[in-house]
């Protein structure tokens, strides 16, 4: 029976306890039968409602262990074998308690279970967001077939309004895509022809073909859904701290519920159902529900919530680690930078000097050639035809283009002649900037200059800057030159440069950085997963290789810097919230233990073992409502005027 049942059938039982408990004093109301009739009750709700409490404690006995189920059993089996004794020697019976306790713990635990579904739904839905079929092309023809159908290679068509199937790569045509479910972008994303699309993501506007890459359970959504939920049933280190304690904590509550029967009873005179209520509230008000809850629960919502943003935290270890980085470490390319070149700067007529560059680099496959191409492309620019193409060892390419010869290389292209002062002076100013310059000319005279370099991501300098303003020191290693290294640091903000480092030597530079603090590396290349594994931090880009992904301890979807300010901060507010879930636990039974052993009696302040069950299932219901109001919190700072 399920905690939903249990607490149904709990409560239709004792309400006709609670019946007599209200109207007796009243107007002197007894259940027909009364003290066997509760007994009859009672003994219902102990065999069906509390018997799961009862057998777990007992199974912990017998392995020689204690834990909250353990002074749940303890504390209701005591009030119902007492009432059992008063009731045959015709004293004041307590069988109501037994039943309510286990009434109000119920209660607690099924609100616990209702918020904790609320916090892993989300995750959950996603997967329910997945289409049903797909339109799938086969021998020149297309079909529409279950999902289960598709495999790896199937060129499929989707329409606007529909769910791409599953993960692959555009073949033909463009659209702008939805990918919110998955990445957390809230724009639409543009895709054209070569561009990877993810499956279950939703088409906006035009019809394209894309041929399936990855399906079933290798695709995005089915990994990100894994992940989370290893991750919410992780445990943080911290966790480990809570267990030792609970197991002193059980055996300490049921020794001060002894003392206090025996201070009662002994001490200070009271009769037995008095000292036994007293040491019932104590075990009662100090089962450690509230403990148990404080960490499984914020770990559950901040791994939820970072998923709807893309950020996907691997286990409750991560979130420890990330409390208190002190260095992000960064690769360059492809992590801070875009991974390819592109045309930064044109000098001279901008059409005129970019469509004879793209003429003449129409047949390379060189990464210079295509950054020329890509931008003529998107300028709408038509690239003319070259003829007599001839390449020229270490200097460049040249060739006629409508009837004139022109070329596209280095300084030495232009051989004795010189360049102009205007264009001497740029090509000086961006190399020093460390972009790759080649000069484009026509007759044996320069008629511009394109600058090329692998440009940093427009969203890398203002990451740098957010991770500065919450005190962390940044730092990038790279095999690329030193000048190069620097003009990028410049750029983007980077506080250390590490240049000239070979792959093999990256986690060494690290071990070496980590002798000042703990250190967060960001990557996203093979050559990146020994630095993502020895880092205290690894961050994973997610466009990056799997064996980065699988080195990370946190992967970035979105592949945007931006996301490792907003991972930084979930973890640490997770963390944070654990931590303040546990202290608010403790003080709660530091606080309850003694109310409830009844040391404040004498002010009027006393706590019956109702109460203390109640009291304690609310306190469970208050951990969970703090984890859940992570998905609340701010995790970027305020703009200020």
Same mark, same amino acid.
């Given at each position: 029976m399920n905690v939903k049942n249990r607490f149904i059938f709990s409560l239709i039982v004792s309400l006709p306890m609670l019946l007599e408990m209200i109207l007796r004093p009243l107007f002197g109301f007894e259940l027909?039968?009364?003290?066997?009739?509760?007994?009859?009750?009672? $003994?219902?709700?102990?065999?069906?409602? !509390?018997?799961?409490?009862?057998?777990? !404690?007992?199974?912990?006995?017998?392995?020689?262990?204690?834990?909250?189920? $353990?002074? &749940?059993?303890?504390?209701?089996?005591? *009030?119902?074998?007492?009432?059992?004794?008063?009731?045959? #020697?015709?004293?004041?019976? =307590?069988?109501? #308690?037994?039943?309510?306790?286990?009434? =109000?713990?119920?209660?607690?635990?099924?609100?616990?279970?209702?918020?904790?579904?609320? !916090?892993?739904?989300?995750?959950?839905?996603?997967?329910?967001?997945q289409a049903k079929d797909a339109e799938v092309l086969r021998d020149g023809k297309l079909f529409r077939v279950p999902l289960a159908e598709v495999v790896v290679g199937d060129i499929l068509r989707v329409k606007p309004g529909q769910k791409i199937a599953v993960d692959g790569v555009i073949t033909e045509g463009s659209s702008t895509i939805d990918e919110a479910m998955v990445t957390g972008e809230s724009m639409p994303v543009t895709k054209k022809t070569g561009d990877a699309v993810i499956g279950s993501t939703i088409n906006k506007s035009g019809t394209f073909m894309f041929r399936a890459t990855k399906i079933g359970n290798d695709t995005l959504l089915a990994q990100i859904v894994d992940m989370v939920k290893r991750a919410q049933v992780s445990r943080a280190p911290i966790q480990k701290t809570v267990d030792k304690i609970s197991n002193i904590f059980v055996p300490a509550v049921l020794?001060?519920?002894?003392? $206090?029967?025996?201070?009662?009873?002994?001490?200070?005179?009271?009769?037995? *159902?008095?000292?036994?209520?007293?040491?019932? !509230?104590?075990?009662? &008000?100090?089962?450690?529900? *509230?403990?148990?809850?404080?960490?499984?629960?914020?770990?559950? #919502?901040?791994t939820g919530r970072g998923a709807k943003l893309g950020i996907l935290i691997k286990s409750g270890e991560v979130l420890e680690a990330a409390n208190d980085i002190q260095t992000v470490v960064f690769d360059k390319t492809g992590t801070i930078t875009l991974g390819k070149p592109v045309v930064t700067d044109i000098i001279g007529d901008e059409k005129t000097v970019l469509a004879l560059a793209a003429a003449l680099e129409h047949s390379s496959e060189h990464p210079l050639a295509a950054a020329i191409l890509e931008k003529a492309a998107a300028l709408g620019i038509k690239v003319a035809e070259a003829k007599n193409f001839k390449a020229v060892e270490g200097k460049g390419v040249m060739a006629t283009v409508a009837k004139k010869s022109a070329f596209i290389g280095n300084a030495k292209m232009l051989g004795t002649t010189k360049l102009d002062a205007k264009l001497e002076h740029e090509m000086e100013r961006l190399q020093r900037e460390a972009k790759t310059v080649v000069i484009v000319g026509e007759s044996n005279k320069a008629l511009g200059l394109i600058a090329i370099q692998d440009a940093p991501k427009t969203t890398s300098a203002v990451a740098i800057t957010a991770l500065k303003k919450r005190g962390l020191r940044t730092v990038m290693i790279t095999g690329d030159n030193e000048r190069v290294a620097q003009a990028i640091a410049e750029i983007v903000g980077i506080d250390e440069v590490i240049a000239d480092v070979l792959p093999s030597d990256k986690a060494d530079h690290v071990k070496s950085l980590q002798q000042h603090g703990k250190v967060a590396f960001v990557g996203d290349g093979i050559n990146d997963a020994p630095a993502l594994a020895v880092a205290d931090l690894g961050i994973a880009m997610g466009s990056g290789t799997d064996i980065a992904i699988e080195s990370g301890g946190i992967v970035l979807v979105k592949n945007n810097l931006q996301d490792v300010v907003q991972a930084l901060a979930l973890s640490q507010k997770t963390f944070g919230r654990i931590k303040l879930n546990l202290f608010w636990a403790f003080i709660y039974n530091i606080l309850g233990i003694p109310i409830a052993a009844g040391v404040f009696v004498g002010l009027g302040l006393t706590l019956s073992p109702e109460l203390a069950g109640l009291a304690m299932a609310f306190s469970s219901i208050s951990v969970v409502i703090s984890s859940l109001l992570l998905n609340k919190t701010r995790l970027t700072p305020r703009r200020t005027a």
């Open positions: 027909p039968g009364h003290a066997w009739t509760m007994f009859l009750l009672t $003994t219902a709700v102990m065999a069906i409602a !509390a018997w799961p409490f009862i057998r777990t !404690a007992w199974a912990a006995f017998k392995n020689h262990n204690a834990n909250m189920d $353990t002074l &749940i059993a303890i504390g209701t089996s005591t *009030a119902y074998l007492y009432s059992i004794y008063a009731m045959l #020697v015709h004293q004041p019976v =307590f069988f109501e #308690v037994a039943s309510f306790v286990i009434t =109000f713990i119920l209660l607690g635990q099924l609100f616990e279970e209702l918020m904790k579904g609320r !916090a892993s739904s989300a995750i959950e839905k996603l997967l329910g967001l020794i001060i519920a002894i003392l $206090t029967f025996v201070v009662w009873f002994v001490l200070l005179g009271a009769d037995a *159902a008095t000292a036994m209520l007293f040491a019932v !509230a104590v075990v009662i &008000i100090a089962c450690p529900c *509230a403990l148990g809850l404080a960490t499984p629960t914020a770990l559950m #919502v901040g």
